[in-house]
């Protein structure tokens, strides 16, 4: 029987083997310290594990980037910073210590724009977080026409946003787009016209979980030129 390990993400390899070479180093003075060391190294991969996901296989739907719970769902004005006109429908993701941290891209497409701004780290529950926290935004568009920004903040514990993708990119719905060490929050700005499937305090899995589906004709007349 075929057996399957568990994937971690290269930075929690990193972490855990310093972790560990500093508690060997320190170990032979106190053997606590090494056991102490190798639990925390461990515990280290644990908060970096990266499992596998199976994106759902329907049309037109938008999937959770990060695993957590939905924080909340509003009807909003996006940061200027974004530079979109009109409302925007928010779904907001709490990502505690114990989440898996790797995030995924809620639709296929080609990664139009990146925005990183470097910030401050209050309580990511709190709403002036998507203005003054660190922060990433990636503009997606698909095929279907239908855009959307999801906005990765780092948190209280969180302190730096890992981007493993770049502009131009092609990605496949659900695909690894980078990470946000420990707790953290990702906001998701999508059309007002969408029909959201999640309601606040619900779970989600990162690739997986529906967060709201779209009209595919209405975003294909949007693409079209107007007749004068």
């Not at 102490?36 to 037109?60: M, Q």
């Not at 979109?84 to 907001?92: A, D, V």
């Not at 898996?100 to 809620?106: D, E, I, L, Q, W």
């Not at 698909?142 to 780092?154: E, P, S, T, W």
């Amino acid at each position: 029987m075929k057996i399957k390990l568990p994937y971690f993400d290269r930075d929690g390899w990193r972490a855990a083997f310093v972790i560990w070479l500093v508690a060997f180093v320190i170990g032979h003075v106190s053997e606590p310290v090494w056991w102490i060391g190798v639990a925390i190294g461990f515990a280290c991969l644990l908060f970096f594990r990266d499992p596998e996901r199976i994106p759902p296989s329907k049309s037109h739907v938008v999937v959770s980037p990060a695993d957590g719970i939905i924080l909340k769902i509003a009807d909003v004005e996006p940061p200027s910073e974004l530079g979109l006109t009109g409302q925007r429908k928010k779904i907001s993701i709490f990502m505690s210590v114990l989440n898996v941290h790797v995030n995924r891209t809620p639709i296929a497409g080609t990664v139009e724009k990146i925005i990183y701004t470097p910030g401050r780290f209050f309580n990511v529950t709190l709403d002036k977080a998507n203005e003054y926290n660190e922060r990433q935004a990636t503009f997606v568009r698909n095929d279907d026409g239908m855009k959307l920004v999801f906005v990765q903040i780092a948190g209280l514990i969180a302190r730096r946003i890992r981007c493993d993708i770049k502009e131009g990119d092609k990605l496949e719905r659900g695909q690894r787009v980078g990470i946000i060490r420990f707790g953290s929050r990702v906001d998701v700005y999508l059309p007002l016209d969408v029909s959201v499937l999640v309601e606040e305090g619900q779970i989600t899995v990162a690739g997986e979980t529906i967060l709201a589906n779209y009209n595919v004709e209405e975003k294909k007349n949007e693409k079209k030129p107007r007749n004068k």
